[in-house]
């Protein structure tokens, strides 16, 4: 063999070697990236706080998807689901936004919108395209390639006013952990959800994310769903004490005997923290007037009697019925309003 053939020989060798390692190396590369994505998955920041979705995001072709409660939720849409058509129904003030499961359209403000990638069910959880359904209500949204990083920026309106200290736990519970300072009076939260007759979900302007109490005391957030459910447990509460003896002027600091304003006093500030004068004259000066045809599960209701324009209380039970106490044979007990209590009927108040 001469050089010229030798040196042809040596370079066929060489252009063999790099034509099939060229594939080995690319699938490195990819197993690389797949290794990298895998230790660095993708990271949530809502106003600057990481989030924790209920399972990880996922990439579909340049999109990345997340379960649909949290991130509807956190940026103060309430949220509806329909089990059956798998559609989400989500309301965040004047924007309506409604989505199906699956599909490459949603309806915005009854619009049509077009999807890049739809959402998907996956291992139970119904994940959503992030960014489509934070621009829809209103946020801005910046997906870092390098850190796999996506920002979301909310144009929260903190809407409930702090009217007296209070704690932010970690969950609606008073002996969960404290998130933080309490909470002052005079400062604004927003409320992301209702978790239950006692606690609301809510954030505060400085992004943090926790549970404080519902009681009226604390906050100026009303809903007629709170209220009906607080009115329940008021009621539930004071039928607790069904069949407990009356005694006029009975000490409001025992639950042994009541009359008929210790016991009213006695059941709303056991349960809605609320702290009403002793006597049935001066609870009567407390909230609102209500009337009559328009009174609520809740309400107080003030009659007449011992020769006083007031002179008993009772608290409205809901389906034209009372619960009260005047009787030392009934004690407290729930009945019918109408008859003797219909004609010494002078005022109704709300008072939460």
Sequence with gaps: MNKLTSKGAILSLLSASLLYSAPAYADSASAASQAVSALHPVSIYLDGQRMQPETEPVIVNGTVLVPMRGLFEAQGADLSWDADSKTAKATKGATTLTYRIGALTAELNGQTMDL???????????????????????????????????????????????????????????????????????????????????????????????????????????????????????????????????????????????????????????????????????????????KIDELQKGDLLFFGARGLDIGHVAIYAGDNRILHTYSKTLGVHIEEFDGQWKDRFVTARRVF
Excluded at 221 to 240: K, N, V
Excluded at 259 to 271: A, N, P
Aim: proline share 5%; hydrophobic share 35%.
């Design 116 to 290: 890049t990638e739809p959402g998907q069910i996956r291992d139970g959880y119904s994940l959503v395209p992030l960014r489509f359904i934070s621009e829809a209500l209103g946020s801005t949204v910046k997906w870092d390639a390098t850190n796999r990083m996506v920002q979301i920026t909310t144009s929260i309106d903190y809407e409930t006013a702090v009217l007296w200290g209070v704690n932010l736990r970690s969950e609606p519970d008073a002996e969960s952990e404290t998130a933080g300072d309490m909470l002052p009076a005079g400062g604004k939260v927003h409320v992301i959800r209702e978790a239950g007759p006692f606690w609301l979900e809510v954030r505060t302007a400085d992004s943090r994310t926790g549970y404080i109490s519902a009681k009226p005391k604390y906050t100026d957030y009303t809903s007629a769903s709170l209220r009906e459910r607080q009115a329940d447990e008021l009621i539930a509460y004071g039928m607790t004490y069904a069949g407990t003896p009356y005694e006029f002027g009975a000490s409001p600091d025992q639950t042994d005997t009541f009359d008929c304003s210790s016991f009213v006093k006695r059941v709303f500030g056991d349960i809605l923290s609320l702290d009403l004068p002793r006597v049935s004259y001066n609870q009567a000066k407390e909230g609102e007037e209500v």
